[in-house]
């Protein structure tokens, strides 16, 4: 009966870890595997004689969606900073569309003040800048 209490108490203080996300003997992935490492029991000892605290843990950890409460204002925080990035990439996309119009602008302007220069035969005030910085 001691060894069965003694192993209750092993895999609750287990799952409490696990969750609280500060593992000792284990990676602190929320797997059935690592509780029962972290535990110090066999696997087969969680799943056959401790059904109802593997089922807990199981329980538990869907409440957290998976993440140790430790760990979930990091989650929050990497959800935020993808959300972040994909609205800091379609700026750019949409700046790298304007400098792409601009562009196209400037050629035709530079274009069209040549053609008008050549045709007065003054010597266009815009210069060409130097392609190399050597």
């Not at 760990?71 to 700026?91: I, M, S």
Request: proline share 4%.
């Amino acid at each position: 009966m001691t060894d069965r209490n003694a192993e209750r108490d092993a895999i609750t203080a287990a799952i409490q870890r696990l969750l609280d996300g500060r593992p000792t003997r284990s990676t602190g992935a929320l797997t059935t595997l690592q509780l029962a490492a972290e535990a110090g029991v066999k696997r087969w000892v969680l799943t056959h004689k401790h059904v109802d605290l593997k089922e807990e843990f199981a329980r538990r950890k869907t409440e957290s969606n998976g993440i140790p409460p430790a760990f979930q204002h990091l989650h929050a925080r990497a959800v935020d900073a993808e959300a972040t990035a994909q609205a800091l990439r379609e700026d750019n996309d949409q700046l790298r569309e304007h400098v792409a119009v601009y562009a196209q602008v400037i050629h035709e302007l530079r274009t069209e003040l040549d053609r008008h220069t050549d045709n007065t035969t003054r010597r266009s005030p815009v210069r060409s800048l130097p392609t190399s910085t050597t």
